[in-house]
């Protein structure tokens, strides 16, 4: 039988490189419902989180759940708060900063998942 719907205590979680004070939650993939063309997460980052620049040759989109932060893609950087959303193309350098008082929370789509 497919599974088409996970509760949060079913998630893995684990630190990306890269990622400091963040931990990074598992909620869709291909082992856990069978997706094959994306997967999804909730990043977590604690106040003074980051993650540092990286790239992915796959892309990328957020959306802020909750708190605010500074995005930056290739050369530009972007203020981002509750509510906003957020496209990383793939093989560009993009970083996250938590300058909130409060955990900043993004929803992470890998498309395809990675």
């Known amino acids: 039988m497919a599974k088409y719907v996970i509760s949060m205590d079913e998630t893995r979680s684990f630190v990306p490189p890269g990622h400091v004070k963040c ?10 419902v069978g997706c094959k063309n ?13 993650a540092e620049p990286h790239t992915h040759p796959f892309e990328q989109a957020y959306y ?7 995005v930056a893609i290739g050369d530009q950087e972007f203020k981002v708060k509750e509510g906003d959303s957020v496209y990383c193309p793939p093989n560009i350098p993009h970083a996250v900063k938590n300058i909130g008082n409060e955990p900043l ?9 990675k």
Not at 23 to 32: F, G, K, P, S, Y
Not at 38 to 50: K, Q, T
Not at 105 to 113: G, Y
């Open 23 to 32: 931990n990074t939650r598992v909620l869709l993939e291909e082992a856990n």
């Open 38 to 50: 994306f997967a999804m997460f909730r990043s977590e980052f604690d106040v003074g989180g980051i």
């Open 64 to 70: 802020v759940l909750r708190g605010e932060g500074i």
């Open 105 to 113: 929370w993004l929803l992470v789509v890998n498309a395809p998942p």
